[in-house]
């Protein structure tokens, strides 16, 4: 695995289903894996939370921390051109960037600085995963559809009305042959991400995604999904991520000083807590506390990146972290990692609200949501209390 690659420019996890997942309320600390750092930012629209995020890849800690000094150092419509979600010239974002530089790390500039081409397009488009989409979008959505067919995608329509265009005018086999292609495990792992990041799980990727894909197409409106307008267009126009939008941005700036990050795996993580705050290695300046007790994990699909078993002592001691009644969100896209794999007694399900909220997830990349709440642990046998 490249550790200099930054893999993921955005978030690919709905923040809807994140925040409705978690439902974090005042005074409580959440956990969150950082990716492009958008979902932990919009945890902070939730009052009175407080927010770790953690990855293990230098280069996605390193965009939270340029995210983070955008929202404190430039206007709402400066931050959308330093990320590339509006157009401006790469001399625009250099004198953008010039403002946020004094607020990153030292091995957060060392990265932004390393190679300034990123300023042509900005954030968002530069990593492995979103130039991957862009291969989609440019190269194979032209092979499936002529660009009068392309342009009549996101037009406004009824249910009914998306159903039918969907069915006689979008799913054809060209279509469903040339996705196939695109989205398999091999193309994904290759060209999107990495090769490990999709060793388990036995189903066919592709086969899921269509389906995840007619999902959001039809059963919800794609005109207010900004998932969507990115993928088929590259851009979010007005339909911006939860974090990005201007009602969010004021409050998220307010409560930046709640959010504190560092360079960690997970496991690390654990293992810190384990043995002491002593034993977490220093990596970044903005060291997030070792807060005993989480009421909220975002894992977002991490533990498809291990074996089953391993998945389920990882949620066992993500339990004993746990605070009571904490909950945790994660999703599934090839592999099956759910609480079930935890040993008993550690996590309750909540089948109906990750349902629910998966009804209305608008990222198309995964099958499953997984909601759980930490059960408190039974009193040890033969023990007696009072
Ligand atoms: C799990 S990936 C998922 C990204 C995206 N949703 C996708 O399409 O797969 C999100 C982030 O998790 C980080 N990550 C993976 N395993 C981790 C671990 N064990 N501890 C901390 N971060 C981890 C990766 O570096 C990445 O930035």
Known sequence: MNERQL?????????????????????????????????????????????????????????LE??????????????????????????????????????????ALAFWDA??????????????????????RRLVLPLVHGARRRSELLLPRSPAERQRWYDACWDGWRWRWLFRLFFSRASLGTLGTDPSFVRYGHDSQAEQLLAQVRRVMVEDDPLRNPY???????????????????????????????????????EDWLDAGESGPTATPTAAPNVAPNVARIDGFNLSNVLEYVEAPEAGRLLDRLHRRAAPGARLVLWNRLAERHTGLAPAGRWRALDGVAAELHR????PFYRRLVVAEALPLAAPVGRRHG
Not at 17 to 23: A, K, T, V
Not at 82 to 94: D, E, N, S, T, V
Not at 252 to 266: E, F, G, N, P, Y
Request: hydrophobic share 45%.
């Open 7 to 63: 893999r993921y420019g955005q978030c690919w996890e709905d923040a809807g289903c994140l925040l409705g997942g978690l439902d974090p309320g005042p005074g409580s600390t959440v956990l969150s894996i950082a990716s492009g750092g958008e979902n932990s930012l919009a945890l902070l629209l939730r009052e009175g939370v407080r927010v770790i995020a953690i990855d293990r890849s230098p280069p996605q800690i390193a965009a």
């Open 66 to 107: 340029l995210k983070v000094a955008a929202f404190r150092r430039l206007t709402h419509p400066e931050l959308l051109r330093l990320l590339g979600a509006q157009p401006a010239p790469a001399a625009r974002r250099r004198d953008l960037y010039a403002r946020c530089r004094s607020d990153l790390s030292p091995s």
């Open 115 to 136: 190679d300034p081409a990123w300023l042509a397009c900005g954030v968002l488009p530069v990593a492995r995963f979103e130039r991957y989409l862009a291969l989609f």
């Open 228 to 266: 969507l307008h990115w993928i088929l267009r590259g851009r979010y126009g007005d339909v911006l991520p939860l974090a990005l939008r201007p009602q969010s941005f004021s409050l998220i700036r307010s409560r930046l000083d709640q959010l504190s990050w560092r360079r960690l795996a997970l």
């Open 360 to 363: 209305r997830d608008q990222v």
